[in-house]
């Protein structure tokens, strides 16, 4: 990374007493369930599943996440974003080991809700000037009609030219239903992509839930959160795959 990160961001990576109720793809409180119910049901899940941070609603980690979408963006929030996303970049080859894969393409998630046809959305503003040279990426556009719904299916996006290309790295800022990206997944399978993987700067957390709440005020309780630059986010136990 370019810089250090606010000392609010927290990883997405806890201790191993505290990850026994996670939803094993996308790392939400379910109480006692492998995962949760829209990772549980969909069609399709990545090979290889990277967050870089819980984004607490309510908290300055969640806040910076609509922040920085503002116009103008707020700056400290704009920061902050750039950075979890170059984190999540250099570990792109733990993304590849879990994988089995080297990467041929980026796609990034666009805005459904505020989407303007030929307008980058501010994380594709952010992912134009970040992305390392010389990887190609392949186009995503909401179909027409489509809304963000928090239904998973296959039809939610248009996809640009996928042929020939073994393995796509989808990367979006938040993960709160994860319909979106869900649906990616499975229009990039779809569209015959072998492998699929994501890169979510933000989980969000809700502490209206009671199991979500619970998780906070124990990870609290214990003094056990981590600094996203200190794991890989591409794995529960934040070490890079051997």
């Not at 704009?78 to 080297?102: F, K």
């Not at 980058?120 to 190609?136: A, E, H, I, K």
């Not at 979106?180 to 779809?190: E, F, I, K, P, T």
Request: hydrophobic share 35%; proline share 8%.
């Amino acid at each position: 990374m370019t810089g250090p990160l606010p000392g609010y961001y927290r990883a997405a990576v806890v201790p191993e007493q505290l990850r026994a109720g996670l939803c094993a793809l996308c790392r939400t409180p379910t109480g006692d369930l492998e995962f949760c119910p829209k990772c549980s049901s969909a069609p399709y899940r990545p090979d290889a599943a990277g967050f870089t941070s819980y984004a607490i609603g309510g908290a300055s980690s969640g806040n910076d996440m609509y922040r920085y979408k503002y116009s103008p963006p707020n700056r400290q929030a704009l920061d902050g974003v750039r950075l979890l996303l170059e984190h999540g970049l250099e570990h792109r080859g733990c993304a590849e080991a879990l994988a089995g894969a080297s990467l041929d393409a980026v796609a990034v998630i666009p805005s459904r809700t505020h989407h303007v046809p030929g307008v980058l959305s501010p994380l594709q503003r952010l992912c134009s000037r970040t992305l390392p040279q010389g990887l190609p990426t392949v186009e995503l556009s909401p179909t027409p009609g489509s809304t963000s719904d928090r239904r998973v299916r296959a039809d939610a996006f248009d996809i640009g030219d996928c042929q020939g290309l073994s393995h796509v790295l989808i990367i979006d800022d938040t993960w709160v239903s994860g319909a979106a990206m869900l649906s990616a997944v499975w229009g990039m399978r779809h569209r015959g992509v072998e492998r699929v993987s994501v890169l979510v700067l933000a989980r969000w957390l809700n502490r209206q839930y009671s199991f979500t709440d619970a998780f906070i005020r124990r990870v609290d309780s214990e003094r056990a959160w981590r600094r996203p630059q200190d794991v890989c986010p591409f794995t529960p136990d934040g070490e890079c795959p051997q």
